[in-house]
């Protein structure tokens, strides 16, 4: 089994920062994406941005140029910055990856239990 841990969500004002951490725990295992999703009050859940392992990224185009995905492959974890926080980013967010067990093709995918990010004044 995987487990995702998030960290690093709260409360913050507009155009303030805030950095999410996902630790994935477990053995015997390599993570092809990581990712970071986000689902606000009635609304359904959207990528926010991914990273593959070999370090290429997407990112939602109303994220681009404010929020950074990265990782540590070391450390199982995946990062995201998020700089110039706007009302309209609040959400739960959650981290996601893409599991290739050693010495199968098999891939799963995990999902943290999601970390909430509050902007408002």
């Known amino acids: 089994q995987v487990q995702l841990v998030e960290s690093g969500g709260g409360l913050v004002q507009p155009g303030g920062s805030l950095r999410l951490s996902c630790a994935a725990s477990g053995t015997s295992f390599s993570i092809n994406t990581m990712g970071w999703y986000r689902q606000a009050p009635g609304k359904e859940r959207e990528l926010v941005a991914a990273i593959l392992s070999g370090g290429s990224t997407i990112e939602l185009d109303s994220v681009k140029g404010r929020f950074t995905i990265s990782r540590d492959n070391d450390k199982k974890t995946v990062y995201l910055q998020m700089n110039n926080l706007k009302p309209e980013d609040t959400a739960v967010y959650y981290c996601?990856?893409?599991?290739?067990?050693?010495?199968?093709?098999?891939?799963?995918?995990?999902w943290g239990k999601g970390t909430l990010v509050t902007v408002s004044s």
């Open positions: 996601n990856a893409d599991v290739r067990w050693w010495g199968t093709s098999s891939v799963e995918t995990y």
